[in-house]
């Protein structure tokens, strides 16, 4: 009767990390949704961007809310295309927190699952930072189209060729391992207590940014707010990270990157 109570609470305990993570993800989704454009209207992107209404063409003062609007879109992105592929990893640690709590190793699990979630999202905040950071200095400069993408072909096919590179590389491939091997990643990175936790999550945030940070910057190419963009570059990440034998992904894609960077720059 104990293992079946047990068995019983870990199940529900597994269900209500489930749904807070797909909660969270909801609203990110939500968020992208409410200032998104399809690809097909360059002016339908200005939920986010343009808060006072005006056409997107019109390039706006970087004001402090200007770029704290910036900031939480692109927070937004992250939390929405990066914690599906992630979610293995936290309902995994869920469990082995737990285990580790029953055993009287560690104590109060939910906190430890918040902080390991917090970690990972720690990293793809900062990334948050940078992209604004870049946004605001290509904008700048003039290599911004209205449509929030790069202005010049030859600038998109080099971002293309160079994500398609990073690819190939040897560093993407060990980071898309760490991120493909959940239990092997534990093993390898546990600490105890919820600073421990907090710990592991960044650890797996430095290898998860190692893995797409390069496919991230590809929002550049085909449009910020992009949501056809958006969602393929998600279904890739998830492809890659968790569907089996994803990982093969990683050399194809990147010659079809490279070639289409070539394409891109050779047309323009």
């Not at 003039?142 to 590179?165: D, V």
């Amino acid at each position: 009767m104990a293992d079946l109570a047990l068995e019983a609470i870990l199940k529900r305990d597994n269900a209500v990390v489930a749904s807070a993570l797909l909660t969270l993800m909801g609203l990110a989704w939500l968020a992208l949704l409410s200032g998104a454009s399809t690809g097909m209207d360059p002016f339908a992107m200005s939920g986010w961007l343009l808060p006072l209404g005006g056409p997107a063409a019109e390039s706006w003062t970087w004001t402090p809310a200007y770029w704290l609007i910036a900031f939480c879109m692109w927070a937004s992105m992250m939390v929405a295309m990066m914690l599906p592929s992630a979610s293995p990893l936290v309902l995994l640690y869920g469990r082995v927190a737990r285990d580790a709590e029953r055993k009287g190793h560690s104590s109060n699990p939910h906190a430890c699952i918040a902080a390991f979630a917090l970690g990972y999202l720690t990293l793809w905040t900062l990334f948050s930072a940078f992209a604004v950071a870049l946004q605001w200095a290509l904008e700048r400069s003039g290599a911004m189209s209205a449509m929030m993408m790069l202005r010049e072909p030859w600038a998109a096919g080099t971002l293309l060729i160079a994500a398609g590179l990073y690819q190939l590389t040897p560093l993407k491939q060990s980071c898309l391992s760490h991120c493909r091997s959940p239990a092997r990643f534990l093993a390898a990175h546990w600490h105890p207590g919820v600073l421990g936790a907090w710990r592991i999550g960044l650890a797996h945030g430095v290898y998860c940014l190692g893995c797409c940070a390069a496919l991230m910057l590809l929002l550049f190419v085909g449009g910020i707010m992009n949501l056809v963009w958006i969602a393929g570059l998600c279904a890739f990440v998830l492809a890659e990270k968790v569907v089996p034998q994803g990982e093969r992904l990683r050399v194809p894609v990147g010659l079809l990157l490279m070639a289409a960077g070539a394409a891109l720059i050779w047309k323009g």
